[in-house]
């Protein structure tokens, strides 16, 4: 069973910062795609960023120019540094991979970690 756990969130001032880390455990192939996704009290799940095994990373607008989404392949672990952060940014942030258990899967698996608690004071 692969399990990603995330750590990193807490409570910053408006302009702060943070990183977030969120790491895969358990028996595994390869993790291709892996993402930050966000999700603020009563609004639906959003992806913030998502970065392939290679290292090529994709952002939402908002987040453009001040979080940044990197990844340790050896490590199968995935960060994201968030700089400048807005009250609006307060959201439970959750981290999801596309996992390949076995080398001969020809699909991959669709992991959720539990989130973490990102809350941004004015």
């Known amino acids: 069973q692969v399990h990603l756990v995330e750590s990193g969130g807490g409570l910053v001032q408006a302009g702060g910062s943070l990183r977030l880390s969120c790491a895969a455990s358990g028996s595994l192939f390869r993790i291709n795609v892996m993402n930050w996704y966000r999700q603020a009290p009563g609004k639906e799940r959003e992806l913030v960023a998502a970065i392939t095994r290679g290292g090529s990373t994709n952002y939402a607008v908002s987040v453009k120019g001040r979080f940044t989404i990197s990844r340790d392949n050896a490590k199968n672990t995935v960060y994201l540094q968030m700089n400048s952060l807005k009250p609006e940014e307060t959201a439970v942030y959750y981290c999801?991979?596309?996992?390949?258990?076995?080398?001969?899967?020809?699909?991959?698996?669709?992991?959720w970690g539990q989130g973490t608690q990102v809350t941004v004071s004015s």
């Open positions: 999801n991979a596309d996992v390949f258990l076995y080398y001969y899967q020809t699909a991959a698996l669709d992991y």
